[in-house]
């Protein structure tokens, strides 16, 4: 079975990172969602997937923080499906020349939430 075919795949990568590239894709019902996929060639690479998916799967449920609807494995590469973030922190902080303190302290608490749960 092969999960991938239930998407329709942009041929561009929308971003890259250092485990993998990151497609947009579009569900048959039109939603929108990036699917990260990981070349899986040795046991190291293997085992970075089942750990940034469960990471991911872990910090699911924090505002600001992309939700994974799931992760399979096909053809000797690893998917992660997540919603669809158009910019992440740092493109945000990039983007603006000024951030309130008020945003600020909101953003660092979003964070220290969300690595509070990583140690917990």
Request: net charge negative; glycine share 4%; hydrophobic share 40%.
């Amino acid at each position: 079975c092969n999960m991938l075919a239930t998407y329709l795949l942009d041929t561009m990568p929308f971003r890259s990172g250092a485990d993998g590239l990151i497609l947009k894709a579009q569900t048959e019902q039109n939603e929108d969602r990036a699917i990260k996929m990981f070349e899986l060639d040795s046991k190291e690479k293997l085992k970075r997937f089942r750990n940034e998916v469960a990471i991911a799967e872990l910090l699911s449920p924090f505002p600001g923080i992309v939700s994974v609807f799931e992760s399979f494995q096909s053809r000797g590469y690893g998917y992660m499906v997540m919603n669809l973030a158009e910019q992440d922190l740092m493109d945000f902080i990039e983007t603006v020349e000024h951030i309130s303190e008020e945003d600020a302290l909101f953003i660092f608490e979003e964070i220290c939430e969300a690595v509070k749960t990583l140690h917990s």
